[in-house]
């Protein structure tokens, strides 16, 4: 069964340019090879109603998921919870659970450091643990920020911290878990082909021509540009669970490697 997944990162940091956005090359690269498929990846400010009006327009879209990254953290910039809550038009709550999770971190935390040796809940880690009446908390094994999950009715909604190892334990812990029991036996295949000696616009037509006697394989060129050389990469994709797909992915390969050479074209390697 195919699985759509959207991400909604969120972070007024993202926006100008401070922090460069790896969280979202990471679950793309994380969501595809489990099989599923990214349809859109959006980035927003630290806003209630952006974060709410974001999650409305995706749900209409229905995927199977969205997951969002960032804003769950103790400070006033951190309102992905409130949007989530709007979102859904609930109340906002202290969820015992996830309180009882952020009490035990911030407490490990104060000892380590020998901030306190009794260490009390502020109106800071509290709203940590602060979620929609509805949701349901997810431990955070490295920091103190649960995350959340909520049924929105056909959707999933995932809601990550914004640090790269928690938001990443987090996904591998629960989410990639999610995505495996939806998908089944799908899986991804890809493939690279790197060349040189045949001009892009050249190569253009021989693509069109085997991936249309190859459905469901997709083929994208990138050019590479280097002080020493100009060279092309091509990316195969397929994605697969039938016991065909890595031959006829290999196939695809063969194919347009054939065309390539016929032209003129070098193949400098290849490589999974």
């Known amino acids: 069964m195919a699985a759509d997944v959207e991400v909604i990162c969120i972070g007024n940091e993202l926006l100008i340019g401070k922090i460069e956005n790896t969280n979202a090359r990471w679950l793309a690269q994380q969501i595809t090879r489990l099989g599923a498929v990214v349809k859109r990846i959006t980035v927003i400010p630290d806003s209630i109603e952006a974060i709410a009006t974001t999650i409305l327009e995706a749900k209409e879209r229905k995927p199977s998921l969205i997951i969002t990254t960032g804003g769950l953290g103790p400070t006033f910039d951190d309102k ?142 990138h050019p590479i540009c280097s002080p020493n050389s100009d060279s092309l990469e091509l990316h195969f994709t397929m994605s697969g669970g039938t016991p065909n797909s890595v031959e006829t992915l290999e196939n695809t390969v063969k194919e347009l490697t054939f065309l390539i050479k016929e032209k003129g074209g070098k193949i400098i390697t290849s490589g999974l």
């Not at 009446?133 to 056909?154: E, K, M, R, S, Y």
Request: proline content about 6%; hydrophobic content about 45%.
């Open 80 to 221: 992905t919870f409130q949007g989530i809550a709007k979102a859904l038009n609930q109340k906002l709550v202290v969820n015992q659970i996830a309180y009882e999770m952020v009490k035990k971190k911030c407490t490990a935390y104060a000892k380590k450091y020998a901030i306190s040796s009794d260490f009390e809940m502020t109106p800071e880690c509290t709203k940590m643990a602060t979620m929609p009446a509805n949701a349901t908390p997810v431990n955070n094994i490295i920091g103190a920020a649960p995350a959340l999950h909520v049924d929105l009715g056909g959707t999933l909604l995932f809601a990550l911290p914004g640090v790269p190892k928690e938001m990443a334990s987090i996904f591998d812990n629960a989410i990639s878990i999610v995505i495996k029991q939806i998908v089944g036996p799908y899986s991804f295949l890809e493939k690279s082909l790197f060349l040189e000696d045949i001009f892009e616009s050249r190569l253009a037509p021989l693509i069109v021509k085997v991936m249309n006697d190859n459905p469901g394989v997709y083929i994208k060129s």
